[in-house]
């Protein structure tokens, strides 16, 4: 197997790279995420203190989905928020999930990746310089090139939270 960020044939060179990042975290976390049951996938830790893989796929999700309508430049929909969010609950932590199935929040993210995708192809490198805000007030800046690779690094740390919790479940 080749590993490479080859960007993708109807994007422009360097938004194709960054969406090829972002496609292969998603790989890696269908990868990371298969075969886990639906207690591991419901499971907070040994001191049952820590996010589960369903409250941080959703999160992932929710966040990924934020970036694709600031990228469009357009608000994002009500009906997809009350879907999909919030983005944290009334105690500042991710919301709770409880018997989702791992299919499901697969399924629904890579939904959010496929829009990603369609956004992407509709952009091109100039446009990665433009500016966007983010953050619970959208009182952070950034430009659209960061956002993508924030896409992905976001995806990687979470990941690594997944796969401790693996580590923990089998114990």
């Given at each position: 197997?080749?590993f490479?960020l080859?960007g993708e044939p109807?994007m422009?060179?360097?938004v194709?790279m ?9 790989q890696?976390?269908?990868?990371i ?5 639906q207690?591991?996938v419901d ?11 369903a ?6 999700l929710?966040?990924?989905l934020?970036w694709?309508?600031?990228i469009?430049?357009?608000p994002?929909p009500?009906?997809l ?5 919030p983005m944290i609950d009334d105690?500042n932590r991710?919301p709770m999930?409880?018997g989702?199935?791992?299919n ?6 890579e ?5 990603l995708?369609?956004?992407c192809?509709q ?9 966007v805000?983010f953050?619970?007030?959208n009182?952070?800046r950034?430009?659209?090139r960061?956002?993508l690779w924030?896409?992905a690094d976001?995806?990687?740390y979470?990941q690594?939270?997944?796969?401790q ?6 114990e």
């Amino acid at each position: 197997m080749l590993f490479d960020l080859k960007g993708e044939p109807e994007m422009s060179p360097i938004v194709g790279m960054l969406f090829s990042a972002v496609k292969e975290n998603n790989q890696r976390l269908k990868l990371i995420t298969e075969g886990m049951t639906q207690e591991e996938v419901d499971y907070k830790g040994p001191a049952n203190s820590q996010n589960t893989t369903a409250q941080l796929i959703k999160h992932l999700l929710y966040v990924d989905l934020n970036w694709v309508y600031r990228i469009k430049g357009v608000p994002l929909p009500d009906s997809l928020k009350e879907a999909h969010g919030p983005m944290i609950d009334d105690n500042n932590r991710l919301p709770m999930v409880k018997g989702l199935s791992l299919n499901l929040l697969i399924s629904n993210y890579e939904s959010v990746i496929e829009m990603l995708r369609h956004t992407c192809k509709q952009l091109n490198d100039e446009n990665l310089d433009d500016i966007v805000t983010f953050g619970y007030e959208n009182e952070k800046r950034a430009t659209i090139r960061w956002g993508l690779w924030h896409i992905a690094d976001h995806s990687r740390y979470h990941q690594a939270n997944i796969n401790q919790l693996r580590k923990w479940y089998k114990e």
